[in-house]
């Protein structure tokens, strides 16, 4: 598949990361000769100095023979424009990067003057992550596949609890719990692990499982933590205000606390049934004042990762619940690790993977791969897949204990007839099945790529 991205900002670096990664044609359109420099050195993409706005650029990137253009440039309607010049030069499909509410609202309106395949909002996609999380706020971070009917949370391994140092063969036995520890990650390692594998206090696992077997593990080991109500939230930008309306919709309790005057006037328009707080978030007398210590959850969604981080340490050391952390930069996610925060989250890691997904949908109705949803865990270093058989082939009817997988490779979770299988060596892949797989590999096109 041949693939324009026109925009190297965070959003277009990232995906042109994920997708050349893929092995996917790439090619970036910029006008700063210096980041696509810097491109060139970190991946596998062609790169074309100029306006993405610019038919003469388009041509120049192969735009009319392109499958795919990505608009991620600094505004949405550079970015509508561009999809709208590349359906004229001949590109298949576009996808648009929106986010102003007042147009992402109605985008639905304009995608087929604009023949837009898909507008992605990042600000609105990392607020439905967040809200995920904080309805199950037990996971640092939470999928789901199968139109829902499988979870794949992400949880710390607790200690002092009646499963230590019990095998993962021993915990599903001794418990009787259908789940599936899928992914470990211990010590900056991860692991994808068998039967016999001892998780250790502090590991941060990775669960399939239906949502009912989730909440039996999680009340087994005392880790359980009720929906929130009580939310808290430090920055009144986007995020905040797609979160906000998602939150109050749910009905929780929402105070935001913004440290410009004029946006407090805003959100108190936007969202008259939150609390809209004037002040510095980063003031721990004001967050004192305001209840921190009543809070069921502390969001930090300001623009500066550093105090993102001061707050969300501040919160937990008076004991909030849950705390969920804004972080842009990646190089501070080793860091973060260390200091115990557990649900991390990132607009632009939200937004590549959202289209990473289209684009796998786009291969699969091409007839070149069947992956039905594709999730990147622990920082990209796993894949969790769904496929869907169907057609017998020479791995269906065989029980799992007698095919061959490539190392790194796990048969997590069946789903056949509404039914969830957490499947043992004598279950077997059939016709109709859609099956979650877990890969430490990357650009798994078929099911059978698993098999040696």
Same mark, same amino acid.
């Given at each position: 598949? @041949?693939?324009?991205?026109?925009?190297?900002?965070?959003?277009?670096?990232?995906?042109?990361?994920?997708?050349?990664?893929?092995?996917?044609?790439?090619?970036?359109?910029?006008?700063?000769? *210096?980041?696509? *420099?810097?491109?060139?050195?970190?991946?596998? $993409?062609?790169?074309?100095?100029?306006?993405? %706005?610019? %038919?003469?650029?388009?041509?120049?990137?192969?735009?009319?023979?392109?499958?795919?253009?990505?608009?991620? %440039?600094? =505004?949405?309607?550079?970015?509508?424009?561009?999809?709208?010049?590349?359906?004229?030069?001949?590109?298949?499909?576009?996808?648009?990067?929106?986010?102003?509410?007042?147009?992402?609202?109605?985008?639905?309106?304009?995608?087929?003057?604009?023949?837009? &395949?898909?507008?992605?909002?990042?600000?609105?996609?990392?607020?439905?992550?967040?809200?995920?999380?904080?309805?199950?706020?037990?996971?640092?971070?939470?999928?789901?596949?199968?139109?829902?009917?499988?979870?794949?949370?992400?949880? =710390?391994?607790?200690?002092?609890?009646?499963?230590?140092?019990?095998?993962?063969?021993?915990?599903?036995?001794?418990?009787?719990?259908?789940?599936?520890?899928?992914? !470990?990650? *211990? @010590?900056?390692?991860?692991?994808?692990?068998?039967?016999?594998?001892?998780?250790?206090?502090?590991?941060?696992?990775?669960?399939?499982?239906? +949502?009912?077997?989730?909440?039996?593990?999680?009340?087994? =080991?005392?880790?359980?933590?009720?929906?929130?109500?009580?939310?808290?939230?430090?920055?009144?930008?986007?995020?905040?205000?797609?979160?906000?309306?998602?939150?109050?919709?749910?009905?929780?309790? !929402?105070?935001?606390?913004?440290?410009?005057?004029?946006?407090?006037?805003?959100?108190?328009?936007?969202?008259?049934?939150?609390?809209?707080?004037?002040?510095?978030?980063?003031? +721990?007398?004001?967050?004192?004042?305001?209840?921190?210590?009543?809070?069921?959850?502390?969001?930090?969604?300001?623009?500066?990762?550093?105090?993102?981080?001061?707050?969300?340490?501040?919160?937990?050391?008076? +004991?909030?619940?849950?705390?969920?952390?804004?972080?842009?930069?990646?190089?501070?996610?080793?860091?973060?690790?260390?200091?115990?925060?557990?649900?991390? !989250?990132? %607009?632009?890691?939200?937004?590549?993977? #959202?289209? =990473?997904?289209?684009?796998?949908?786009?291969?699969?109705?091409?007839?070149? #791969?069947?992956?039905?949803?594709?999730?990147?865990?622990?920082?990209?270093?796993?894949?969790?897949?769904?496929?869907?058989?169907?057609?017998?082939?020479?791995?269906?009817?065989?029980?799992?204990?007698?095919?061959?997988?490539?190392?790194?490779?796990?048969?997590?979770?069946?789903?056949?007839?509404?039914?969830?299988?957490?499947?043992?060596?004598? @279950?077997?892949?059939? $016709?109709?099945?859609?099956?979650?797989?877990? &890969?430490?590999?990357?650009?798994?096109?078929?099911?059978? @790529?698993?098999? *040696?």
């Amino acid at each position: 598949m @041949d693939i324009v991205i026109i925009g190297d900002g965070k959003v277009g670096h990232k995906l042109a990361m994920q997708l050349s990664g893929e092995k996917y044609n790439v090619t970036l359109i910029d006008k700063s000769e *210096r980041k696509l *420099r810097n491109a060139v050195n970190e991946m596998d $993409v062609s790169c074309v100095v100029g306006d993405g %706005a610019s %038919a003469d650029i388009q041509r120049q990137a192969d735009v009319p023979g392109a499958d795919l253009v990505i608009a991620c %440039a600094s =505004t949405d309607e550079m970015n509508l424009f561009c999809c709208l010049l590349a359906r004229k030069l001949g590109a298949k499909q576009t996808i648009a990067r929106v986010r102003n509410p007042i147009y992402h609202n109605q985008i639905d309106l304009l995608k087929e003057d604009l023949k837009l &395949s898909m507008a992605v909002n990042p600000e609105r996609a990392l607020a439905g992550e967040i809200s995920r999380v904080l309805i199950f706020p037990s996971a640092a971070k939470l999928e789901t596949f199968v139109k829902g009917r499988v979870e794949l949370v992400e949880v =710390t391994y607790p200690s002092h609890s009646s499963i230590d140092g019990l095998s993962l063969s021993e915990l599903y036995k001794k418990h009787q719990i259908k789940m599936l520890v899928c992914a !470990v990650q *211990r @010590d900056g390692e991860v692991y994808i692990p068998d039967g016999n594998f001892v998780p250790q206090p502090g590991d941060k696992i990775n669960i399939t499982a239906s +949502h009912p077997e989730i909440e039996k593990f999680l009340k087994l =080991t005392k880790g359980i933590i009720g929906k929130a109500k009580n939310v808290m939230i430090c920055g009144g930008g986007r995020v905040a205000y797609y979160l906000g309306s998602q939150l109050l919709e749910l009905g929780m309790q !929402v105070k935001i606390i913004e440290v410009d005057e004029k946006r407090c006037m805003e959100l108190c328009d936007l969202l008259p049934k939150a609390t809209i707080i004037h002040g510095n978030a980063t003031d +721990h007398e004001l967050l004192e004042e305001e209840g921190i210590s009543k809070a069921d959850a502390f969001v930090t969604l300001t623009g500066m990762d550093e105090e993102n981080i001061i707050m969300s340490m501040y919160a937990k050391s008076r +004991h909030v619940p849950k705390v969920v952390t804004k972080i842009n930069d990646e190089g501070l996610q080793s860091m973060v690790d260390q200091l115990g925060m557990e649900s991390v !989250v990132s %607009a632009k890691n939200v937004t590549a993977n #959202a289209i =990473t997904s289209y684009v796998r949908a786009m291969r699969n109705s091409m007839g070149s #791969a069947n992956v039905e949803t594709v999730y990147k865990l622990i920082g990209g270093k796993i894949e969790a897949l769904e496929f869907r058989i169907r057609e017998k082939t020479r791995y269906t009817g065989i029980p799992l204990k007698d095919l061959k997988l490539k190392s790194n490779h796990l048969v997590a979770c069946i789903v056949r007839n509404r039914r969830t299988i957490i499947p043992g060596g004598n @279950d077997t892949l059939e $016709v109709g099945d859609s099956v979650i797989v877990i &890969s430490m590999g990357q650009g798994l096109e078929d099911l059978q @790529d698993i098999m *040696r």
